[in-house]
């Protein structure tokens, strides 16, 4: 069973950075294609970036240029670095994973969740 735990979030102002950390256990790392979801308060989940087994990136265009996802398979951890934040990006941020090969937008098409970590840009 993979399970998937979350850290990094937290309170900063617009225009400030955060670091989301992802660790991973009960699965290889480069056995997985990891991802960060969020879903604002009213607002269905939607995908924020991926890194696939291949280490190919992909982004959501309203985070393109902002964010970067990495991993460190030593650490089986995927990172997700958020510059120039907005108050938009306020959300609760979900790490994910699945036993695909590439990076999938639908969040039903991913089998693994993490708790979630709040992330709240004030303006």
């Known amino acids: 069973q993979v399970q998937l735990v979350e850290s990094g979030g937290g309170l900063v102002q617009a225009g400030g950075s955060l670091r989301l950390s992802c660790a991973a256990s009960?699965?290889?790392?480069?056995?997985?294609?990891m991802g960060w979801f969020r879903q604002a308060p009213g607002k269905e989940r939607e995908f924020v970036s991926a890194?696939?087994?291949?280490?190919?990136?992909t982004y959501a265009d309203s985070v393109k240029g902002r964010f970067t996802i990495s991993g460190d398979s030593a650490k089986n951890t995927v990172y997700l670095q958020m510059n120039s934040l907005k108050p938009e990006d306020t959300a609760v941020y979900y790490c994910a994973a699945h036993d695909g090969f590439w990076a999938r937008r639908t969040p039903n098409e991913w089998e693994y969740w993490g708790q979630g970590t709040q992330v709240t840009v004030s303006s």
């Open positions: 009960g699965r290889a790392f480069g056995a997985l294609v």
């Open positions: 890194i696939s087994r291949s280490a190919s990136n």
